[in-house]
């Protein structure tokens, strides 16, 4: 990843940023070329170490089978992201000196990719999966009656279930690195950066997302 110092996140951000994430791209090298899946995925902490990342491809996925266990594996998170016009600066009523660019938050995690063959470890994963995302669906659901309420496995039969885990493969990715970049106007002045945020105001739901992201930033930014 190209990342100039300003744009560098810290730790605790990237991991953030992973959390907040619904999907990323798992990519590794196989012996028929790149291969890429898009997959949920869980960071889960570990002692002495960077943590890991736990998920699941479909067994029918060959991905999981080419990958030399073991070998590096790339996992792409993106988050919001917007492009800027020109027009938002201030600066280019006063100078003209300006161009458009495109503002974004990017982790990159970096690892070994291990396969987990083991229905209870798969399992174990679907439930910590489906916990976290079923929190986060119904409490923005919450005045609604039926999809306020939070689904668990274990409103499915449970031989349905059991059937649907074995049609996957779990997949851990041990991490060995992680770059964060957040690229949100640091290098611009707070006039311009001011500007920016008023005219994703206008925009679509992830102009409005990069905002918030560029927002919190500027809080951060001139905190006491």
């Not at 770059?179 to 008023?198: C, Y």
């Amino acid at each position: 990843m190209y990342l100039p110092k300003h744009f560098a996140m810290d730790h605790a951000s990237t991991i953030d940023a992973i959390d907040g994430s619904g999907i990323a791209q798992l990519v590794t090298m196989t012996p028929r070329g790149i291969a890429a899946s898009t997959l949920p995925l869980l960071y889960v902490p570990t002692t002495g170490g960077m943590g890991s990342l736990h998920g699941h491809v479909s067994r029918a996925n060959r991905q999981w089978i080419d990958t030399l266990p073991g070998s590096e594996a790339l996992v792409l998170f993106q988050g919001s992201d917007a492009y800027v016009s020109p027009s938002a600066y201030p600066t280019k009523a006063e100078t003209g000196k300006v161009v458009p660019t495109w503002n974004y938050v990017s982790v990159h995690v970096r690892g070994s990719l291990i396969i987990h063959d083991d229905p209870a470890w798969t399992r174990d994963l679907v439930d910590r999966l489906t916990a976290k995302h079923e929190e986060n669906h119904a409490s923005a659901r919450a005045n609604n009656d039926v999809t306020g309420r939070a689904w668990s496995t274990s409103d499915a039969p449970a031989e349905y279930i059991d059937s649907m885990v074995r049609a996957i493969v779990g997949i851990e990715i041990a991490i060995t690195s992680i770059d964060g970049k957040a690229k949100l106007s640091q290098n611009r002045s707070d006039h311009d950066l001011g500007g920016v945020i008023a005219d994703l105001r206008n925009g679509s739901p992830s102009e409005h997302g990069a905002a918030d992201r560029m927002e919190v930033l500027v809080r951060g930014a001139k905190a006491p």
